[in-house]
């Protein structure tokens, strides 16, 4: 089955330091690679959504330039926070949509926990 | 803002029970998943429905696509341990984008 890899699970990071989270589509080609946050038990908010090869598109209220997203291959998505606060600190999950896929059921990675201190 | 409507929000049963939840919502969604995420993980997907109408099981999990369109329902049988987690309903919004919404999820806790 499809498999994303995430990494890192977690970091520790100071306040003020940008992090770079990774998402790779292990065994598929991933035109579309999205980007959630989820604060303690809350439920999954959607970040942005990144294509292959283009500007990722960011949803209402988040920061593009706090939060980088480049989508350089069809196999590798990176989210990076930059001039990290501890109010970024959350639970960061990316998940992949296989290339050529009509359905949606997307595969998620592990998650990466992110504490900034 | 959230459209998918979740309840129960939490649920502690007897290990051996069946479980039920559902997820609704004010608009028409083409599709409905459920997706299991346990503590420190990512989600994973359980039951994806394409039809409205459509009943689909997988094991003891058997999950319905409102003829309405606009709510969904998941039951667990005989629950057991391993099935401790957060339950998420989850769909592409009515403006037909590529993304998901998610539900607020519901928390099951198993007494054994």
């Known amino acids: 089955g499809a498999v994303v890899s995430q990494h890192p699970s977690r970091v520790i990071c100071k306040s003020g330091t940008s992090v770079k989270i990774e998402c790779r589509s292990l065994?598929?080609?991933?035109?579309?690679m999205f980007w959630y946050r989820q604060f303690p038990k809350q439920s999954l908010m959607l970040m942005a959504t990144s294509n292959e090869g283009s500007k990722a598109t960011y949803e209402q209220g988040v920061e593009k330039d706090k939060f980088l997203i480049n989508h350089a291959s069809l196999t590798l998505s990176t989210l990076t926070v930059t001039s990290a606060h501890p109010e970024d600190s959350s639970f960061y999950i990316c998940?992949?949509?296989?290339?050529?896929?009509?359905?949606?059921?997307?595969?998620f990675g592990s998650g990466t926990r992110l504490t900034v201190v | 803002g959230q459209q998918l409507n979740q309840s129960p929000q939490s649920m502690f049963i007897q290990e051996g029970e069946d479980v039920s939840m559902n997820c609704t919502s004010s608009s028409i969604f083409n599709t409905w998943l459920w997706y299991k995420q346990d503590p420190g993980e990512g989600p994973v997907l359980l039951i994806a429905?394409?039809?409205?109408?459509e009943l689909t099981s997988n094991g003891r999990l058997t999950a319905q696509f409102g003829i309405t369109r606009k709510d969904s329902f998941l039951n667990i049988s005989a629950s057991i341990p391993s099935d401790v987690g957060i339950y998420f309903c989850?769909?592409?919004?009515?403006?037909?984008?590529?993304?998901?919404?998610f539900g607020q999820g519901t928390r099951l806790t198993i007494n054994p």
């Open positions: 998940s992949a949509r296989p290339r050529g896929v009509a359905n949606y059921g997307y595969t």
């Open positions: 065994d598929f080609q991933a035109t579309t």
């Open positions: 429905l394409y039809k409205a109408g």
């Open positions: 989850a769909g592409p919004p009515p403006e037909g984008a590529q993304k998901l919404v």
